[in-house]
C-alpha cells in the first residue's frame, strides 16, 4: 500500500526521485498522468491496467464518462525509474499541476499523488478543517 507524505523537489533536469520507502511497491515503470483537483496521479502498471479497463468500460455516450476518460488517458505517460529512483516528468504533466520546484509526494492506498507544495498545503489545511463532515457523510454510505 503506497502512503505517507514525503518532500522532495525538482532537479534541474526536472526528474523527481520517489521516496526510498515506497520504490520498491511502485516498481521499475509506473503510469503518470493528470489527477483531480490540479495533482498528477502515479499509478504502479498492474494498478493502471485495471484502471484503463475500467475506463475503456464506460458508457461512451454519456459526456461525462468521456470527458473523465480523456482526462486520465490523453495525460498518461509511462516513465521508469532510472537507476537513483527518480522519474522524469513531462512538461505538459508539470505544467497541469503546476509543479515547480517543491513537489509532495503522497501515498494514497494504490496510487501516488503528486503536488506542488503549496497547492498540498491549502488542500490538506482545508480538508483538516471539514474532516468531521468528510466523516458524516462516508459513515451515511456505510464507509465509517
Same mark, same amino acid.
Given at each position: 500500500? +503506497?502512503? !505517507?507524505?514525503?518532500?522532495?523537489? /525538482? $532537479?534541474?533536469?526536472? #526528474?523527481?526521485?520517489? *521516496?526510498?520507502?515506497? @520504490?520498491?511497491?511502485?516498481?521499475?515503470?509506473?503510469?503518470?498522468?493528470?489527477?483531480?483537483?490540479?495533482?498528477?496521479?502515479?499509478?504502479?502498471?498492474?494498478?493502471?491496467?485495471?484502471?484503463?479497463?475500467?475506463?475503456?468500460?464506460?458508457?461512451?455516450?454519456?459526456?461525462?464518462?468521456?470527458?473523465?476518460?480523456?482526462?486520465? +488517458?490523453? !495525460?498518461?505517460?509511462?516513465?521508469? /525509474? $532510472?537507476?537513483?529512483? #527518480?522519474?522524469?516528468? *513531462?512538461?505538459?504533466? @508539470?505544467?497541469?499541476?503546476?509543479?515547480?520546484?517543491?513537489?509532495?509526494?503522497?501515498?494514497?492506498?494504490?496510487?501516488?499523488?503528486?503536488?506542488?507544495?503549496?497547492?498540498?498545503?491549502?488542500?490538506?489545511?482545508?480538508?483538516?478543517?471539514?474532516?468531521?463532515?468528510?466523516?458524516?457523510?462516508?459513515?451515511?454510505?456505510?464507509?465509517?
Amino acid at each position: 500500500m +503506497l502512503i !505517507g507524505e514525503y518532500k522532495h523537489t /525538482l $532537479d534541474p533536469k526536472k #526528474r523527481l526521485a520517489v *521516496p526510498s520507502k515506497i @520504490r520498491k511497491e511502485l516498481g521499475e515503470r509506473a503510469v503518470l498522468t493528470r489527477g483531480l483537483e490540479n495533482c498528477l496521479f502515479v499509478f504502479p502498471m498492474k494498478e493502471w491496467e485495471l484502471v484503463a479497463e475500467k475506463l475503456s468500460a464506460l458508457p461512451m455516450g454519456q459526456k461525462d464518462s468521456r470527458g473523465f476518460a480523456r482526462l486520465l +488517458l490523453s !495525460g498518461a505517460a509511462e516513465v521508469e /525509474l $532510472d537507476q537513483l529512483g #527518480r522519474i522524469l516528468i *513531462p512538461e505538459n504533466l @508539470r505544467d497541469y499541476a503546476g509543479l515547480q520546484k517543491a513537489v509532495m509526494v503522497v501515498g494514497v492506498g494504490k496510487r501516488l499523488e503528486l503536488w506542488d507544495d503549496a497547492k498540498w498545503a491549502a488542500y490538506k489545511k482545508d480538508i483538516e478543517k471539514n474532516g468531521d463532515q468528510l466523516a458524516e457523510k462516508l459513515g451515511e454510505v456505510g464507509m465509517i
